[in-house]
């Protein structure tokens, strides 16, 4: 349970985050009342439309505006002088060490975009974001690597590896992540 005390508005605003991200991964998009999150919350259900004008746009920010934060937040964390495919392995390692609430907006922005739940305009924004990132992620890798081939090897990897470690919550130990990202390269060719 939610044992903080709140005073004034962004504290009720932050409650209903909480809330509402844990309703959404628990019962999904459609599954999730504005009720629902306003009865946990201790509010009415105006309180929280007050804060938020729409189900979707409350989703939209806790889930893919969160999202997109946690990613960018996480990938300041790591050095940009390590070799690619140890970026590639400590960015991985770093989802196995995310916070309860990390977790959940990874783990629903993940069921999201892999179309298994949420609403379709969230989704196609997450898609979109997604694309240009994958896009970038390629163009760097094509630098590095001997075919587009070996590039979307490499990215499907990692790919899975996330999808293992947020949706099945399944322990990888890091020296396997290493050594195959660490594979996958030098089977690439990497041209340093």
């Known amino acids: 349970m939610y044992n903080v005390s709140y005073t004034g508005g962004n504290a009720l605003k932050e409650k209903i985050r909480y809330h509402a991200i844990r309703f959404f991964d628990k019962n999904g998009y459609h599954g999730t009342s504005m009720r629902d999150i306003a009865d946990a919350v201790g509010c009415k259900t105006p309180t929280v ?9 409350l989703f939209d920010l806790v889930v893919r505006v969160a999202y997109i934060d946690l990613i960018e937040a996480k990938s300041k ?12 392995a ?11 609430d990390e977790l959940i907006v990874h783990r629903v922005a993940l069921k ?8 379709d ?3 196609q924004k997450l898609i979109d974001w997604e694309a240009a990132r ?6 760097s890798l094509s630098k590095i690597v001997s075919s587009t081939l070996w590039t979307k090897i490499i990215t499907k990897v990692f790919i899975n590896y996330i999808e293992r470690i947020i949706l ?3 322990e990888i130990d890091d020296e396997e992540i290493k050594d ?4 996958l390269f030098t089977a690439a060719k990497i041209t340093i």
Do not use: A
Request: with cysteine.
């Open 121 to 123: 305009e969230v989704r």
């Open 77 to 88: 964390l790591l050095p940009r002088t390590i070799q690619p495919e140890d970026y590639c």
């Open 112 to 119: 999201t975009w892999l179309g298994c739940e949420g609403c």
């Open 90 to 100: 400590e960015s991985i390692i770093l989802k196995k060490h995310l916070s309860e």
């Open 168 to 170: 099945f919550e399944e």
């Open 180 to 183: 195959e990202m660490r594979l």
């Open 134 to 139: 994958s896009l970038r992620n390629e163009e």
């Open 49 to 57: 439309y007050h804060y938020y004008k729409s189900k979707e746009n």
